[in-house]
């Protein structure tokens, strides 16, 4: 403890400059917007370095898993091509990553990824250098992830579905019954449709997938399947549990989607971003 304090004694004028000049620092960037912005945008790009970084070492304990998901994709796009019988006629690629003209596909890796909180987050590899914007939808082979509310020079975060403020309009895949797809922030692999009319015919094991009322999400991409579902109080409505088909708690690359007829959608209808 004497060492401590003849040290503290020795190098109070050091210490005491330090202790200054840190807070000069932390002074200057509270009252002048330019650079406590220059400083969010340092911080941002050393944090978004260091998921990199620790995200590298994980992946490559899991090449085998990422390289098995990419076998099956592949499989099944094969099979949706045998079945095409005059591909040109139906399937118009305005470039390798568009389809139909409307939807945008770009990848991406997942860099940081929480899903043991109540609201869990995403970060991407990708920013806008890469062309990701905010209201951009994330999704795997296996299902959907998460929306772009966050974007900066290189990288973006992404609301994961496995978050409070999640709200993305679902339906039953065999009718055009739809809800809103929440959690309730218990199981990482499970989320709830909610809003679902006692009307639908709801059945245990029936796939769930992205509704047509969403700008965001194209129509039809899966989601999970029904584990078991309840009527509210009032008996008008399900909520219904759902098991995802994605594991939340693996998610290695990604594609992000993005509507190009979004925008005009918006201002015909009068939205505002």
């Known amino acids: 403890m004497q060492q401590i304090f003849n040290f503290l004694i020795r190098n109070k004028n050091n210490i005491l400059f330090l202790l200054l000049l840190g807070l000069s620092l932390f002074l200057t960037i509270q009252s002048n917007s330019f650079h406590k912005s220059k400083y969010i945008s340092s911080a941002n790009f050393i944090t978004g370095g260091i998921y990199n970084w620790s995200n590298n070492i994980q992946t490559y304990f899991y090449l085998e898993d990422y390289n098995q998901r990419l076998l ?136 769930i997938v992205t509704g047509g009322k969403s700008l965001i999400f194209p129509q039809g991409i899966p989601i999970g399947s029904i584990e078991e579902f309840k009527l509210d109080q009032n008996e008008s409505y399900y909520t219904i549990e759902i098991r995802l088909f994605n594991d939340m708690t693996n998610i290695g690359y990604v594609y992000v989607i993005e509507n190009k007829d979004k925008v005009e959608i918006k201002e015909l209808e009068g939205i505002d971003d």
């Open 72 to 207: 099956e994709e592949n499989k099944e796009l094969r099979k949706l091509l045998t079945n095409i019988e005059d591909t040109s006629a139906v399937i118009n690629f305005e470039d390798s990553t568009s389809f139909n003209g409307i939807y945008l596909f770009r990848t991406a890796k997942v860099i940081n990824n929480n899903y043991s909180k109540t609201d869990n987050y995403i970060t991407l590899d990708r920013g806008r250098n890469s062309q990701i914007s905010k209201e951009h939808g994330v999704i795997t082979s296996q299902g959907i992830v998460g929306i772009v509310d966050q974007v900066s020079k290189n990288y973006s975060r992404v609301i994961s579905i496995l978050n409070s403020h999640s709200k993305i309009n679902a339906q039953l895949k065999k009718t055009n019954h739809f809800g809103s797809l929440i959690w309730n922030g218990k199981d990482p692999n499970v989320v709830q449709l909610i809003d679902v009319p006692r009307l639908a015919p709801i059945k245990i094991g029936d796939t």
